[in-house]
């Protein structure tokens, strides 16, 4: 079952987008072999018993003895992580009657929230009943730009997450000015502006005193209409598309602002258009959410 997310956690979209542009290179990330890794295909998903919803499930289109992975991309503390993501590797194997190997990864932005993830010990631990340890994870402020580029030249999407949020806004912009041209020698011609657009979502996560005009300013974006940047505050759109341009929205917040409260979500997709049009503009010079939703 496919689902597109509203994300709330400012990473999600970018990462789906990632997956299925390039999943490939992150399982190369978690380790996986390049041969075994090109096998794989992508989806989002939704384990419908208890409406659990892994980032990412995969598996190999060439051979059914490769395990299937279910990965999270995770860019805020949750001392669960490690549960939650046990929890669905059983409910997906449950739900498709799989009993095969599986592969469980963790892609953390930050060594914080890695350190923030409780060992999973819910059981009492007798023979043969062992949960530490049984997942991958990767933490993507331990590697540095270069690292990326030599495990996959493809990696350099998630360059931005190497460096620190309150890096010298010169550097940044050049840093993006020479990530721009480098995406467009790795990328063939027809993928260049997704690779760009994931790039520049993961900039707006990480750097977060930017507003989304200087990040589309530092990535030399244009004002394209099809691209998620634009789209949460372009004028003139066409009717009906309010559920849409809300979630857009909740998109964009989340990439600046980080994890979004319930409430905040609400005032959102409970609005009029012409004030979620209004919020978007602000979104451009906004430094928090109250300039966002300043009256």
């Excluded at 970018?14 to 096998?39: V, W």
């Excluded at 060594?111 to 530490?132: I, N, Q, V």
């Excluded at 730009?145 to 010169?170: F, G």
Aim: hydrophobic share 40%.
């Amino acid at each position: 079952m496919i689902e597109q997310k509203v994300g709330q956690r400012g990473t999600d979209e970018a990462f789906f987008k990632l997956m299925t542009l390039s999943g490939d290179a992150l399982l190369k990330l978690l380790g996986m072999d390049a041969q075994t890794a090109e096998t794989y295909q992508f989806h989002a998903t939704v384990l419908k018993e208890k409406r659990l919803s892994p980032d990412i499930e995969g598996w190999s289109l060439m051979s059914g003895n490769q395990p299937r992975v279910l990965l999270e991309f995770h860019g805020y503390e949750d001392p669960y992580i490690r549960y939650r993501l046990a929890s669905k590797v059983f409910m997906s194997c449950a739900q498709n009657s799989y009993h095969g190997q599986v592969l469980a990864g963790i892609i953390y932005t930050g060594e914080p929230y890695r350190k923030a993830a409780l060992s999973l010990t819910p059981l009492e631990m007798r023979a043969g009943c062992r949960f530490d340890d049984c997942f991958v994870e990767v933490v993507l402020s331990d590697f540095s730009e270069e690292q990326l580029k030599a495990i996959d030249p493809r990696l350099l999407v998630l360059a931005p997450l190497t460096m620190q949020a309150n890096s010298d806004p010169e550097l940044l912009k050049r840093k993006g000015r020479r990530w721009y041209d480098e995406i467009k020698d790795i990328f063939p011609e027809n993928a260049r502006s997704k690779a760009l657009e994931i790039m520049g979502l993961f900039a707006v996560a990480q750097f977060r005193s930017f507003t989304v005009q200087e990040i589309m300013q530092m990535f030399n974006f244009d004002p394209n209409p099809d691209w998620l940047f634009t789209k949460a505050y372009n004028e003139g759109r066409e009717d009906g598309r309010k559920d849409a341009e809300a979630g857009l929205l909740l998109e964009l917040l989340g990439c600046k602002f980080g994890q979004l409260a319930d409430s905040v979500t609400a005032q959102v997709t409970g609005a009029e258009r012409e004030l979620i049009e209004r919020w978007s503009k602000k979104l451009l010079f906004a430094n928090s959410l109250d300039d966002v939703f300043a009256s």
